[in-house]
Every structure is written in C-alpha cells, then in structure tokens.
C-alpha cells in the first residue's frame, strides 16, 4: 500500500502562483506515472497534468502554459507548479500515482486532495 498526500493548496489572489506537492509513502515501491487532477464543485474530476515512467508530461488545454508538473523518484514527490491562477482554478487537488513493487503490474493510489481556492 502506498500513501500520497497533497500539500501547498491554500487561498491566492488571481494571477498568483501556488506550488503543489505530493508525498508518496509506503514499502518497496517505484513511482512510475503521476498525475494531478482536480475536482471544482458541480463537476467531475477532470485531469490536470500527467507525467509519465520516462518523464513525458501532457496538460489540459486550460493549464498549458500556465501549470508545470514534474516528480523526484529518488524523493518519492510529485509538483505541480501552478502559475498565473484564475478563479477557474478554484478545486481540489488530487495527485495520483502509478507504482510497481519491482514486477509488471502496476498499482494505482490517490490522495485525499488539496483545495485550491483563487479570489478575485
């Protein structure tokens, strides 16, 4: 079992800046892909930013340009670098992770989420 929790959310003004990250803990294990995905209230989780095993990342259209994701194998983090915040970001914020126990198979975890508010 692997345990991810989300940290950084918080209160910003439109325009500012925010630094997600994301803590995965547990035994043996190998991060392979991450991603960030938010939930905004009435709407469906939707994806954000993913990163693959080799470190190809992909964005929603809405972030490009805005929202950078990256990971640290050796420190078992994902980020999420989020620039130039506009109320629309407003959601919780999920990372997920896709790990291996030295094997094929792969095992997906969540976290619990971080809320992202941004004012006006």
């Known amino acids: 079992q692997v345990q991810l929790v989300e940290s950084g959310g918080g209160l910003v003004q439109a325009g500012g800046s925010l630094r997600l990250s994301c803590a995965a803990s547990?035994?043996?294990?190998?991060?392979?892909?991450m991603g960030w995905y938010r939930q905004a209230p009435g709407k469906e989780r939707e994806v954000v930013a993913t990163i693959s095993t080799s470190g190809s990342t992909t964005y929603a259209d809405s972030v490009k340009g805005r929202f950078v994701i990256s990971k640290d194998n050796y420190k078992s983090m994902g980020y999420l670098q989020m620039s130039n915040l506009s109320p629309e970001d407003t959601a919780v914020y999920y990372c997920?992770?896709?790990?291996?126990?030295?094997?094929?198979?792969?095992?997906?975890?969540w976290g619990q989420g971080t809320q992202v508010t941004v004012s006006s």
């Open positions: 997920h992770a896709t790990v291996s126990y030295g094997g094929p198979k792969e095992h997906n975890f």
């Open positions: 547990g035994r043996a294990f190998r991060i392979n892909a």
